[in-house]
Structures are given as C-alpha cells and as structure tokens.
C-alpha cells in the first residue's frame, strides 16, 4: 500500500511542478506587460471592408518617449517608420511616402486618414 501511495505521489508531482512553473510565466509575464507603454506590440492598419494594408510593429517604452515603428505591406515590403505620439493622436509616416494620422477610438482601436500617392482614405489600426 506504502509502495502504490509513493508511486502515486511520484506520478502528480510533475504535473504539480508544471503547474507551479505555468503560473510563474504568468505572472513574468503580466510583469513585463507592465514595463511597456499603451502602443507596445502588433498591430493591423486595415482598409475599406477591413482590407490589410500594413501591419505595423511599435515599441512603446513605459517612459512615454520616443516610439520605435516598423512596417511590413502584405507583399513583404518593409521598413522603419517615422511614428509619433501627440496626446490622443498618433501619426506615422513610411519612407515610402504613406502618412497616417489616427486618433485613439478605445484600447485597442485607432481610426484616422492614410494618405497614399496624394490620396486620402480612411482607416482603422487595431492590436493584432
């Protein structure tokens, strides 16, 4: 009986440190969350009929300072961006010419104008 008790115990130990584990890189990562500003992450600049026009990578430091932007179209092109946060507002422009100006419409939404090849049209970015 002593044998089939420690066998059983040897046999939920694992799972029980997996589980102790798990919430440890939980909780490591709901810390880091907090070392990263609003911006920080992916995100998708979607079109008429929710069309992918870019997909955009923003690192927002906790600070409020400078953002770092990256940009990839959906044909692979890419680069740096130009991006800036003015209160409520963000603008970014591409080296390929493209500007956008946004305003925030929630947590996870901004909605605002591209303009592209001197034409405006309207947009939304959300957090991928």
Do not use: F, N
Not at 11 to 32: M, T
Request: aromatic fraction near 4%.
């Amino acid at each position: 009986m002593k044998r089939l008790i420690l066998a059983l115990a040897a046999i939920g130990a694992p799972a029980l440190a997996q589980d102790d584990v798990g919430r440890q890189i939980a909780a490591s990562a709901a810390s880091a969350q907090t070392l990263q500003g609003s911006l920080d992450g992916t995100w998708t600049l979607a079109g008429r009929g929710g069309v992918t026009l870019y997909t955009l990578a923003i690192g927002d430091p906790p600070t409020h300072s400078a953002l770092g932007c990256a940009w990839r179209d959906p044909a692979g092109a890419r680069g740096y961006a130009d991006c800036r946060r003015r209160g409520g507002r963000l603008e970014v422009r591409l080296a390929t010419g493209v500007s956008l100006r946004l305003e925030r419409d929630g947590p996870r939404i901004w909605r605002g104008t591209m303009v592209r090849g001197g034409r405006a049209e309207s947009v939304t970015l959300r957090r991928s």
